[in-house]
């Protein structure tokens, strides 16, 4: 039997994980947070030091980390042993996980950690290009999309409540600078996949955004 895939794709701060992983635990399902797998590779390259431009250096980066994940309530990612959960979530991260993720070649070599998630009874795999590319044969695909100002402003109360102090005209320039670059790189952009349910959560709750989702699924 054939695992069945739900994707979600859609840009930074439109609700994916928090749908995905409640989602997810709804269904019983294995949960992907493929931007994780990106912001892991960011901090690696981060803490190397690396040249960003340097696409070989980070390659070797990416086949030779080793990543574990524990899809509790929250996820908790460990590089290399090391417990990086409290980087993963700073927009530096997300900004060079963004540079890096425009690579081909970065890509093709995290392709496989990705498809690795697809275990039975199913998967929820949240990303970009969820639905378009890693698991173009998902039965049912969702792009999950929100204002760039909404989406900002969720990142901003998101960072206050965590105690980082924020600057909200700055998240949504950030907000709005990794949207051109997700969606205008070459390889994998971000768009609609084709047969997606189109979702707009500019003003849904949390709860009815994941309503609509299970639906889909019964
Ligand atoms: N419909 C909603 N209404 C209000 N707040 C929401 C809604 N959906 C998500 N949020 C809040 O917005 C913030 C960002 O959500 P989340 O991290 O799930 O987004 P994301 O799409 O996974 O972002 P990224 O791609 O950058 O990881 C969280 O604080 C979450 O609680
Ligand atoms: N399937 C994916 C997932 C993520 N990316 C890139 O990583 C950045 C961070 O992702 P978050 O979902 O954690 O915000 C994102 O801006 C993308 O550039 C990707 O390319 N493909």
Not at 2 to 27: C, E, F, M, N, Y
Not at 93 to 120: H, M, W
Not at 153 to 158: A, P
Request: proline content about 3%; charged content about 25%.
């Amino acid at each position: 039997m054939q695992t069945p895939v739900l994707t979600i794709d859609g840009p930074s701060g439109a609700g994916k994980g928090t749908v995905s992983r409640a989602v997810a635990k709804l269904l019983g399902w294995n949960y992907l947070d493929s931007g994780s797998i990106y912001r892991s590779l960011a901090v690696a390259a981060l803490k190397a030091d690396l040249d960003l431009s340097d696409i070989l250096a980070i390659c070797r980066v990416a086949e030779a980390m080793s990543l574990e994940f524990d899809c509790g309530d929250e996820l908790i990612v460990k590089l290399d042993g090391a417990d990086i959960t409290s980087q993963l979530g700073t927009e530096t991260t997300g900004n060079t996980a963004s540079i890096i993720a425009a690579y081909p070649e970065v890509r093709a070599v995290l392709f496989q950690k990705q498809k690795d998630f697809q275990r039975l009874p199913g998967l929820v795999a949240d990303g970009r290009d969820m639905g378009s590319v890693v698991f173009q044969d998902a039965k049912i695909k969702v792009y999950l999309t929100a204002s760039a100002e909404e989406r900002a402003l969720r990142r901003y109360k998101q960072l206050i409540e965590k105690g980082i102090d924020a600057n909200l005209p700055q998240i949504t320039r950030e907000i709005e600078e990794r949207d051109f670059r997700d969606q205008q790189r070459a390889t994998a952009p971000l768009t609609v996949p084709e047969g997606a349910h189109y979702i707009d959560s500019s003003s849904l709750t949390i709860q009815q955004v994941i309503d609509q989702v299970v639906n889909l699924v019964d």
